[in-house]
């Protein structure tokens, strides 16, 4: 079946400092891959996606590439401010055993900056 | 555009008692999913609808966990009798259906069992 991988947390940086979170995937078909972010006390709001093989996906300084190669899909910012600690999950699109889309998520790694 | 609609926002019970949450997706979304989300865990699929038909409740524990969307719209999901293990956050999320298509998640029901 479908699997997604992150590396565990928390990652704590100082603010402006570079960001990678990896993630990795298994899947029997073709995925669209997602990024979603979860704020303390708030639901899941959608950070980026990528729909096929090296697609970037980018939002709010934010960007990850669809490597099929080596089924990654690695989160990295450039300079992360202290607004981006967050709980952070990738996370595959595939027709499930329905036959419509499904999503399945990683474990999710939180972020913590520091001013 | 509104948002996917989720209430209550958080409920406490306990133990044996039932509870009920209800999700209003986005206007026209045929698809409709239950995530279940454990503190310190990622979501899991509880059940999926397509329009008011389940397309899949494999790991929705069926002997307390029920969930209907009888017109193709809102739906409501019940727990009967609830478990401490329960406790967690509700996720009810929606989308077009077509695979790559952003999937939107409401806030969120959060649920403590004691």
């Known amino acids: 079946g479908n699997s997604v991988t992150q590396m565990e947390g928390p990652v704590t940086l100082s603010e402006e400092a570079f960001l990678t979170i990896n993630c990795t995937y298994t899947?029997?078909?073709?995925?669209?891959l997602f990024w979603y972010v979860q704020y303390p006390g708030e639901g899941l709001q959608l950070l980026l996606k990528a729909t096929k093989a090296d697609d970037k996906g980018s939002n709010k300084g934010f960007e990850a590439t669809y490597r099929k190669e080596t089924t990654s899909f690695h989160l990295e910012k450039g300079s992360v401010q202290v607004s981006d600690s967050a709980v952070y999950f990738c996370a595959l699109s595939d027709r499930g055993n329905s036959g419509y889309s499904t999503l399945t998520f990683g474990k999710g790694t939180m972020l913590l900056v520091s001013p | 555009e509104a948002g996917v609609a989720q209430s209550p926002r958080y409920k406490i019970i306990e133990k044996r008692q039932s509870v009920a949450f209800w999700c209003n997706p986005i206007s026209g979304h045929a698809t409709l999913y239950w995530y279940q989300q454990i503190l310190g865990q990622g979501p899991k699929l509880l059940i999926q609808f397509q329009n008011n038909g389940v397309v899949d409740d494999s790991q929705l524990p069926k002997d307390r966990f029920s969930a209907e969307r009888l017109k193709g719209v809102d739906s409501t999901l019940k727990i009967q009798p609830a478990k401490l293990e329960d406790s967690a956050v509700y996720l009810c999320?929606?989308?077009?259906?077509?695979?790559?298509?952003?999937?939107?998640f409401g806030e969120g029901s959060w649920l403590t069992v004691v």
């Open positions: 899947a029997t078909g073709y995925p669209s």
């Open positions: 999320a929606s989308t077009q259906g077509a695979q790559g298509n952003t999937i939107y």
